[in-house]
């Protein structure tokens, strides 16, 4: 289920990230370990996080995904191992928030791009899903939440 999307403008934001290019079936296995490595640079640099934890999507081939596991932090991160210090710029956006578990978020996006088209919008080829709760917070995933951004171009 998808919330009424809407248009808004984000705000530049410091983040932190660790960068891959991995076939699509290798995503289950390097999400939790790269979202601990993550966590734990910016903890032994004493920085913070400022919000949820999140991907960002430059390119998505069927079989190869190119993206970066994400947090927002208090303060820029000095670049250690696979972490590396980025933003989330400030832009206009699509934005939605699917609710239900990961297996459907494939399904939700062809929706919310289809009301993003049905609106006039023309999308960039990079979006960006914010994990706002998921199996750590509720073990049920018809009460996990990810936010769905897409940046426009017109």
């Known amino acids: 289920m998808l919330d009424t999307p809407h248009i808004t403008q984000t705000a530049t934001q410091l983040t ?74 400030a832009m206009k956006a699509a934005r939605t928030v699917y609710h239900g578990p990961y297996e459907g978020l494939a399904d939700a996006w062809p929706e919310f791009l289809d009301w993003i088209a049905a609106n006039g919008h023309t999308p960039a080829s990079d979006f960006y899903e914010c994990y706002l709760a998921g199996p750590e917070s509720n073990p049920d995933p018809a009460n996990w939440r990810t936010e769905f951004t897409k940046p426009l171009t017109s």
């Open 16 to 89: 932190a990230v660790i960068h891959l290019t991995i076939p699509r079936e290798e995503i289950q296995s390097v999400m939790g370990p790269g979202i601990s490595e993550l966590m734990a640079t910016i903890a032994a640099q004493s920085i913070t996080p400022t919000g949820p934890w999140f991907t960002h999507h430059l390119k998505m081939a069927p079989d190869t995904w190119d993206f970066e596991i994400s947090v927002p932090v208090s303060a820029p991160v000095v670049a250690a191992g696979r972490v590396k210090p980025s933003q989330w710029p």
